[in-house]
């Protein structure tokens, strides 16, 4: 029997370059919302990694600046560009929009990742939530303001510039998996506590969620014919220092038995933002270790 023994090298120099040549954003301009929080930066790692310049952008200036010097250690200075940016607010994204033109910059990846989500920290569970009942009007109107209407001038503004000038481009939402089904608010009782006074998390992070992967499917098909794609992605709980309570009570509802990495959303990124998706559009990829498959 003759055996044909191939030269694995050459074997893998071939098929890595053409399995990933798709992946190349190498020319490409990604902006991302919410850049200094704590997967904004994650996501302009990816599209760094892939070759891309990235424009951050978020409210608070202090958190892109640690963003840039952090992201800077890894990558070229020259690929990273911030700017303090309030997404709610129509003329602070025209404005960014307009220096970015001015300068000769074309965004070719939206990313509309800001947004306002109470954190579970420590024991402490939930910050800033109230129940139902209860709920201001004013938190209501300011979380859907940044975390929705954001996403929608966003993509009004930059989505508009990549359909208007033929070279298409790609929008991405940040969405959930609660986008996909209610919290299991069982996850934030406190022993002790009331039951009037319970904490949860709030109406608003479902409707936000839920929202962006409306908007993700209304912008899949509006801008479709002139090369702009829209898909969301949404991940599942990511550990960041929660108490030991609530990781395991989370991690029991998880099919993989435990919580995301911060960067392991990184190559989902890196694929629906390139040529490597091309023939994926309103698509909402629910990345959550499978505890939506329960």
């Given at each position: ?20 040549e798709?992946f190349d ?33 978020d ?18 200075a ?24 001015a ?13 306002i989500d ?14 139902l ?9 300011l979380?859907i ?44 009782r406190r ?12 109406v608003?992070?479902?409707?936000i ?18 090369g ?21 009570k ?13 960067d ?6 890196q ?7 091309a023939?994926m ?14």
């Amino acid at each position: 029997m003759v055996r044909f023994v191939r030269d694995p090298v050459a074997v893998s120099e071939t098929n890595v370059s053409q399995a990933f040549e798709k992946f190349d954003l190498t020319g490409k301009t990604a902006l991302i919302t919410g850049a200094a929080g704590l997967l904004g930066i994650e996501h302009a790692y990816a599209l760094l990694d892939s070759g891309a310049a990235v424009v951050l952008t978020d409210i608070c200036e202090d958190g892109l600046s640690t963003a840039s010097e952090s992201l800077a250690s890894d990558s070229s200075a020259d690929r990273i560009e911030t700017y303090t940016m309030d997404v709610s607010d129509l003329e602070a994204v025209k404005t960014v929009a307009q220096n970015l033109a001015a300068q000769g910059s074309r965004i070719d990846i939206l990313v509309n990742n800001a947004a306002i989500d109470p954190k579970v920290k420590g024991e402490q569970g939930v910050l800033e939530t109230s129940r139902l009942e209860s709920f201001p009007l004013e938190q209501w109107n300011l979380q859907i303001s940044v975390g929705l209407t954001g996403a929608f001038l966003c993509s009004q503004v930059f989505g508009n510039a990549m359909a208007c000038d033929g070279n298409g481009g790609v929008i991405l939402n940040i969405a959930s998996d609660l986008s996909v089904f209610s919290p299991d608010q069982r996850l934030y009782r406190r022993d002790g506590v009331p039951e009037a006074l319970q904490p949860v998390k709030p109406v608003t992070y479902s409707v936000i969620k839920s929202g962006l992967v409306g908007l993700t499917n209304y912008l899949a098909t509006y801008w479709a014919d002139r090369g702009v794609r829209a898909n969301a992605l949404s991940p599942g709980g990511v550990f960041n220092g929660q108490g030991e309570e609530f990781v395991q009570k989370l991690s029991t509802l998880i099919p993989l038995g435990r919580m995301a990495a911060r960067d392991e959303y990184r190559a989902a990124v890196q694929f629906l933002c390139s040529d490597a998706s091309a023939y994926m559009n309103g698509q909402n990829i629910v990345m959550d270790g499978g505890r939506s498959v329960w």
